[in-house]
């Protein structure tokens, strides 16, 4: 009865058995998840090796995160950049469009 192992289930909270492929108590399929993280981590991997230049497949979770952060704020600083440029002459124009009118 000890030994064996005991989890919760991450979908119902239920306790299940650790080495449980599904839960028998709400039906969810547990490796489901890990299979993500997998795909996950493969990702994380992908996008450090694109923007560093080295796979970093050596490295514990935390240093992937890190690098994922490093990646995205990149990523998302660069799309903010982008957008602004593009649109700073579309807003120029309707703002002279809209001074043209009202004063004439
Ligand atoms: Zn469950």
Do not use: R
């Amino acid at each position: 009865m000890a030994d064996e192992e005991l989890k919760q289930c991450p979908f119902c909270g239920e306790d299940i058995k650790a080495s449980a492929i599904k839960c028998k108590h709400c039906g969810e399929f547990l490796n489901h998840q890990s299979q993500n993280e997998k795909d996950e981590n493969e990702l994380y991997n992908e996008l450090c090796e694109a923007y560093y230049g080295t796979p970093q497949k050596t490295t514990v979770k935390n240093d992937n995160d890190g690098c994922l952060k490093t990646v995205w704020k990149t990523i998302v600083a660069i799309i903010t950049i982008i957008i602004v440029l593009a649109l700073l002459p579309v807003i120029g124009e309707i703002f002279m469009l809209l001074m043209l009118e009202s004063g004439g």
